[in-house]
C-alpha cells in the first residue's frame, strides 16, 4: 500500500513570496490533515478535511494561509505571502475512519525555509 | 484534550526495554492514551492506543494505570532504529468531527549501542 505523498521535500523561498504544498494520501482515507511543525517543537495542526469539506480550520493564519481538496482526494496548502516564521515543515497526513480517532498516516513532509 | 507531560529525553542500551512514562492527570472517562513517534526527517508513526486495558502489538505494550493519571510506553528489545522523538497523546473519539493530534515536545529516546 502506497503511503501519504508530499512534493516539494524542500523549498527555499524568500519573504513575501507565495508558496504551495501538495499532498496525496493514501487512496480511500477520508479525512486529510495538514500539520505544521517547527524546529525543536511537535507538530502543531493547521487544517482537517473530511472529503472536500473542512471539519476544523480554527489554528489555520487565514490571512495568510489557504488550502483545498476539490475532489475530495488530493490537497494543496498555499502561504501567501510568507513571513520568515513559517519556515516549517509542513506534515501531510490521512486517516481512513470518517468517524473520528482513526489512526493518522504522515506523509515524509515539506521542509521550507523563508529568507 | 488532557495535557500530558514527559521527560524531555531518555537513553537505553540497544536490546534492552525501553520505558516511557507519561503523565496525563487531568485525563478524563472518555479520554484514550495515544503514542506516536517520529525518527528523524520522517513523519510521525502510530504505535498503539488505549483507553484503560493494557494493549500490545506488534510494536510496543501500553500500561495505564489503574486511576488512568500515568502511563507507559514499552518498547521490549530497543533496537537503534528505534531512536526517536516519542508523542503521548490524550484524546477524545469524535465521531465526524474534528479530530487532529495536539502534540507537545515528546521524549526522545536514544538508543545506545
Known amino acids: 500500500e502506497a503511503g501519504v505523498a508530499q512534493s516539494p521535500r524542500y523549498k527555499i523561498i524568500e519573504k513575501r513570496q507565495s508558496v504551495a504544498f501538495w499532498c496525496n494520501p493514501i487512496?480511500?482515507?477520508?479525512?486529510l490533515y495538514w500539520y505544521q511543525q517547527i524546529l525543536g517543537q511537535g507538530p502543531k495542526l493547521l487544517i482537517q478535511?473530511?472529503?472536500?469539506?473542512?471539519?476544523?480550520d480554527s489554528q489555520l493564519p487565514k490571512d495568510r494561509f489557504s488550502a483545498e481538496r476539490l475532489k475530495g482526494v488530493d490537497s494543496t496548502l498555499k502561504i501567501q505571502p510568507a513571513k520568515l516564521e513559517d519556515s516549517a515543515v509542513y506534515l501531510c497526513?490521512?486517516?481512513?475512519?470518517?468517524?473520528?480517532?482513526?489512526?493518522?498516516?504522515f506523509g515524509p513532509g515539506t521542509r521550507l525555509t523563508v529568507l | 484534550d488532557a495535557k500530558t507531560t514527559q521527560p524531555p529525553s531518555m537513553d537505553c542500551a540497544e536490546g534492552r526495554a525501553a520505558n516511557l512514562p507519561c503523565n496525563h492527570s487531568?485525563?478524563?472517562?472518555?479520554?484514550?492514551v495515544y503514542w506516536y513517534r517520529q525518527i528523524h526527517s520522517q513523519g510521525p508513526q502510530y504505535i498503539i492506543h488505549g483507553l484503560k486495558n493494557n494493549e500490545t502489538n506488534e510494536m510496543a505494550s501500553l500500561i495505564i494505570t489503574e486511576d488512568r493519571k500515568s502511563s507507559t510506553l514499552i518498547l521490549p528489545h530497543a533496537t537503534l532504529r528505534d531512536t526517536a522523538v516519542y508523542y503521548c497523546i490524550v484524546r477524545v473519539l469524535r465521531g465526524g468531527g474534528a479530530d487532529g493530534l495536539t502534540f507537545g515536545k515528546g521524549t526522545h529516546l536514544i538508543i545506545q549501542p
Open positions: 487512496s480511500g482515507h477520508a479525512t
Open positions: 478535511f473530511q472529503n472536500n469539506g473542512v471539519v476544523d
Open positions: 497526513a490521512s486517516s481512513f475512519r470518517d468517524r473520528g480517532g482513526g489512526e493518522q498516516f
Open positions: 487531568t485525563i478524563s472517562g472518555n479520554e484514550y
